[in-house]
């Protein structure tokens, strides 16, 4: 199904979803007008494809576009912006606060698939098989076309951002061997170590790790997390992998950090771009994807069929829920919202 022009008018509340790359909108459709709304899907690539629509809606729902202060002020009914997926970056929080309007987002629906995703890119390069299947298929047969490949037992992985995803990966990376260390600083001590995980400084993380997965959120301090200061401060031929949020890393220090030696090999589920959330995109733009020994998946790695259900099932039912007067699942800023109207 497209997008459907805005130009329905009923007594129904009108939900509103921005962009999805699904298919469909049935699933939604289904959960929201059982609850009795109305449902309009976009394809917004811009916040300004979203004005008309604010204007009147009760909910909004999105999953790459943008919905920022311009289009929430133009809010008139709006009770609730529901994000699929767990990161809000891209909902301006603040002035939906302000503005008494409930953000919701959608939570431990693909904590399984991320770590899996995450595992499976450090051990495809710390095992070198890029290098062995470009060779094989040139008809080279050599254990040496990956040479140097070294024995993952007794090595060290950092995580960044030891939460359920993080704490997941960690448990899986264990059962090969590799000693976990994890910079986050907001988990405590004690439950880090009951993972058998030693938390640690930043500049700690940086000098011990051999692998570095970063599971980071997108926030005004994880914004370039690492840069040309931290690359030069790993070990030389360490392996980074980013399943979280692709601006944590600065690409064109990475692209400096992997020519120059620094670091052996990158795997990132996602380009500091994010080219999911821009109107157009060329992979020219960004030197990294000229590399060999970087590998990039396009923001996939929460996608189970089973989990991109859950989100679709989950993100529309805590609408439904506000719509109805129940009281939604997940929240982002409720609490805010209740220390405001006190």
């Known amino acids: ?76 009914k709006c009770e609730v912006i529901a994000r699929y997926g767990v990161g809000v970056d891209i909902v301006d929080v603040a002035t939906a606060t302000e503005r008494g309007i409930l953000v919701t987002n959608v939570q431990n629906y693909c904590t399984e698939e991320v770590a899996d995703h995450a595992i499976s890119l450090w051990l495809t390069l710390a095992r070198k098989l890029p290098d062995y299947d470009r060779a094989t298929h040139q008809g080279i047969w050599r254990w040496q076309s990956g040479q140097p490949v070294y024995r993952l037992r007794g ?10 995803i993080g704490q997941a990966i960690a448990s899986r990376a264990q059962a090969f061997g590799v000693n976990v260390i994890a910079f986050d600083p907001f988990l405590p001590a004690d439950v880090a170590a009951s993972l058998g995980v030693e938390l640690v400084s ?24 690492l840069s040309d200061a931290e690359f030069a401060a790993m070990k030389p031929g360490a392996i980074l992998v980013n399943t979280g949020r692709g601006p944590t890393v600065d690409n064109k220090a990475l692209y400096r950090a992997l020519t120059e030696g620094t670091l052996a090999a990158a795997g990132l589920d996602d380009p500091e771009e994010e080219p999911a959330k821009r109107a157009s995109w060329d992979p020219a733009d960004n030197p990294i994807f000229t590399l060999p020994n970087v590998l990039v998946t396009p923001h996939a790695a929460y996608y189970s069929e089973e989990s991109i259900r859950a989100a679709r099932v989950t993100a529309a039912t805590q609408v439904a829920k506000v719509l109805t007067g129940q009281a939604p699942d997940y929240t982002v800023n409720a609490d805010a919202l209740a220390k405001q109207s006190a």
């Open 155 to 164: 090595r060290t992985m950092g995580v960044v951002s030891l939460g359920k």
């Open 1 to 76: 199904m497209g997008s459907e022009s805005y130009s329905k008018r009923t007594d129904r509340p009108k939900v509103v979803i921005t962009d999805y790359d699904f298919g469909d909108v049935e699933v939604e459709r289904e959960i929201l007008e059982a609850a009795g709304a109305e449902v309009i899907s976009l394809q917004a690539k811009s916040e300004a494809d979203l004005f008309e629509a604010a204007a009147d809606c009760a909910a909004m729902m999105n999953q790459y576009a943008r919905i920022g202060g311009e289009t929430i002020r133009r809010m008139q």
């Open 202 to 225: 930043k500049e700690d993380l940086l000098a011990r790790s051999d692998y570095l997965l970063m599971q980071a959120p997108m926030t005004p301090d994880t914004r370039h997390f």
